[in-house]
């Protein structure tokens, strides 16, 4: 690995999909730029995400119309780098079982579509047909956002590291920050750097990082669990709509369960869950867990 450089006109902390950006977003119009990951390229929070790209947050459509934008990046994003996402569009949808939820959806509708999220109150039975693992029973209604799309969160990363390096960033991995003086120095096992500028893209480790500059940065990290699961008999079975000789559903929605916190979505030939509370799939062997 290369010496660290004297100095630099901005330094990024952090090496997943928010510093990549950010340091190719700085260097491609000429701004001196060096990024420090304390592991591997994506070896944070963002190797470990549901791989889910939307634009409609729940109760949030100023974070919606933040979305539409990385979406409209992230599908020239190809064209720009060179590194495909495997974008497939499989929509989003949230099922509610409370009718606090529909007039919480409702009352925030409007607000919604001004933002430019395209979203919409469908029955129980439009959610069943979206979605054949839901039980009708149990759900009252359920929001539908067509426009989400699974994708490949490490070659987001990939993609922006290169473009980064293209355009004249200097990316060092195994590098941890262990200090930041007032004057911009930043410290590392390898050897001290001066930045004018600092960009703190350390996601959960914000707030220690910092900390090293003495700023309390109200960042508060918790753990999520992912949940892989192969699908039982029964549920292979409710996915071929009742017939064991048809053809399985080609493509689930993003589902998430809006009284548990459960998001569930297809991942290869197995289901990937999220923030686990309550079993809406039935029967599922459960393979591996992962908490970051």
Known sequence: MSALPARTDALVIGGGVIGTSTACQLAEPGVDTVLLERGTLGSGASGATAGVLRPYFPGDPHTGSLALRSMAAYHSFAERTGTPL?????????????????????????????????????????AVRLN???????????AWAPDAYVCDPAAIVRGYAAAAEEAGAVLHTDTPVTGLDPDGQVHTPTGSILADTLVCAAGPWSRAVASMARIDLPVTT????????????????????GYPDAAPATTLPM????????????????????????????????????AF
């Open 255 to 290: 589902t998430l369960h809006a009284s548990s916190g459960l998001r569930i979505r297809a991942w290869k030939d197995c289901f990937l869950g999220t923030e686990i509370e309550h079993l809406m799939l039935g029967n599922c062997l459960v393979t591996k867990v992962e």
């Open 86 to 126: 495997g974008l497939e569009r499989v929509g989003f949808l949230v099922v509610f079982s409370d009718d606090h939820q529909v007039a919480d959806f409702r009352r925030t509708q409007a607000a919604q579509r001004a933002a430019g999220v395209d979203v919409e109150l469908v029955t129980a039975s439009e």
């Open 132 to 142: 054949p693992l839901l039980s009708e029973r149990a759900v009252l209604a359920a």
């Open 222 to 241: 918790y753990p999520i669990e992912l949940l892989v699961t192969h699908p039982s008999p029964s549920v292979r079975l409710r996915l071929r709509g």
